[in-house]
């Protein structure tokens, strides 16, 4: 839990997001503590050189290999492709199912009560929603 005299929200900007200090999430340690030795991996992954990393930290600004691997991180672009599928897909397949607005509302309020009357995909509940439906206790009446 964060104390809330850490959290602090700028009076021009209150409605967008607050400002906390590093402390608040680092604790005692600081940053170090977010690097293990799994960290060089996206070194070894970038072909960056990780030479940098034994010179004095307020040195590197001035190094030629921290401001290469600087830069090849900064441009790196961070995307959710398997968000980005699932939308595409949906999105082919509405298309592609109906062209007609008021179906394809009809057809996502079918989807919408299925869902409601068949929560999961278990036996179970199919059995129990069609035993409920016909109004006889057990399946093998229907």
Not at 75 to 93: P, S
Not at 111 to 128: G, W, Y
Request: glycine letters at 2%; one cysteine or more; hydrophobic letters at 35%.
């Amino acid at each position: 839990m964060v104390p809330d005299e850490a959290v602090q929200v700028p009076h021009e900007r209150s409605s967008k997001r607050p400002a906390a200090e590093a402390s608040v999430f680092t604790g005692q340690r600081g940053i170090e503590q977010f690097c293990t030795v799994n960290s060089t991996k996206l070194f070894n992954t970038l072909h960056l050189s990780t030479a940098f990393l034994a010179k004095d930290p307020s040195t590197w600004d001035t190094d030629q290999m921290y401001q290469a691997a600087l830069k090849t991180v900064k441009d790196l672009a961070a995307v959710n492709d398997r968000a980005e599928r699932g939308l595409a897909l949906i999105q082919d397949f509405n298309k592609r199912l109906t062209k007609n607005e008021d179906e394809l509302q009809f057809l996502l309020q079918v989807v919408s009560e299925h869902r409601r009357q068949f929560p999961d995909c278990r036996k179970s509940t199919f059995l129990a929603a069609s035993a409920s439906s016909t109004g006889s206790e057990t399946p093998t009446d229907i």
